[in-house]
């Protein structure tokens, strides 16, 4: 085992490193000094850290045959990744990518996990600025790709709609033809890219033609049912991850996997922390979308909340990040779409949340519906001692507000209730 000392944005790993040999380390790979004494021997310096890794990572690259699916997207590549990951390990052997390892150091140290017994990787790639995903694809190699949905998200990087998806179709310009590219026929920006790849493209979407159609059968609490083709499938999950589960249908029938299989996997799969999750505390259900927030993935989720049927329902809606000077025009057009759940009460979170209970009003909300608080930790309390048994609560925004810290006030809240009964 190596430790690699990367720069972060506090300090350099290098500080760590007598840390690490003491813990196992076989060796330290640093641009930096390390301090210390009596493991010099083990301290490897090379003139950039992370060039060492992506020179790491891409020669563990190609000693593997594992087909990498590459996903990106605006939205869902996460949870697309897993249903994907949660279908093809059914029959095969392979990786994904840890947590939302995305970027420049997310994806090398996604391909490091490869091993000679993979026989494939759904590995997720995000970018901030055109070339970066066409740059890890360089590293990752894919031989198939799912592009996800094109969005408005990180505006303030991005010049346009057309520049994310200019950006996005870098993943179909770099696959072989003898890949697949999945595309999704219900988001109109990506006709263009079934043009842009050498890859044998596939459709899915409810308007997309032959077996990648979709149609959702039933969706409530207990997750959804959809047919793809002639076939039904379930999965754990609200109706905005129709989308992502029709993709890993896809995937798995392109990669040869028998419907059982596949039908399997989905049902296996579990909404991560953040990313949909269920949780029940003290009679109050808590669904967890703190992870992140864009326009489209909280219109998208707001269709899955009207899915349940709860005796009031309370919405927690953190500041969007990175919108640029849209910020404002995205932030209304949101606020109107959960004004349509008709909330008993909303909670706005974040330095915008005086302007959101503005809008709001304008839209017509009640004065005492609504409440703003500056950050996660001023709202948990007020969010807890407004609930009551029987509630349902939603919870979003984008993740450096941390609202996760109130998805964890209200359940150790319940906890330290039943502790005390």
Known sequence: MAFLALSGHRCHGAAFAESAIANGAECVITDRPVAGSGFNDKVIHVGNSL??????????????????????????????????????ETQLTGIQSPANFNNEIGVPLSLIQLSESSQFGAVELAARHCGEIAELCRQALPHSGIITRIAPCH????????????TK??????????????LNADDPTQAEMANATSADVHWIGTTAPGPGQFRILSASPAGCRITAGSDVFCYKGGRHLASAAASAIMAGRLMGLPTP???????????????????????????????????????????????????????????????????????????????ALKPSHIFFVGRSSQLCRQQAIELGCAAGQITAC????????????????????????????????????????????????
């Open 51 to 88: 060039t060492a890794l992506r020179t790491i990572a891409q020669w563990n690259r190609d000693q593997s045959d594992a087909q990498i699916w590459g996903i990106t997207g605006s939205v869902g590549k996460t949870t697309t990744r897993q249903m994907l990951y949660a279908v093809l």
């Open 155 to 166: 505006l303030e990087s991005f010049q346009s709609l057309e520049e994310i998806r200019r």
């Open 169 to 182: 179709q870098e993943l179909a310009e770099s696959l072989p033809a003898e890949g697949f590219l999945i």
């Open 261 to 339: 299989a596949i039908q399997r996997g989905l049902q296996n799969f579990q909404p991560g922390d953040g990313r949909g999750k269920v949780h029940v505390a003290g009679g109050v259900t808590i669904i967890d979308e703190s992870y992140n927030a864009s326009p489209a993935s909280v219109v998208a989720a707001a269709e899955s909340v009207a899915d349940w049927k709860p005796r009031r329902l309370t919405l927690v809606l953190g500041d969007m990040l990175e919108l640029g000077p849209q910020t404002e025009e995205l932030q209304r057009s949101c606020i109107c779409r959960l004004l």
């Open 374 to 421: 500056p950050t996660a930790a001023a709202a948990a309390l007020p969010i807890a001692q407004y609930t009551d048994n029987g509630d349902l609560i939603w919870i979003k925004g984008s993740r450096l507000l941390g609202l996760e810290d109130i998805v964890s006030h209200l359940r150790h809240r319940a906890d330290d209730s039943r502790e005390a009964a």
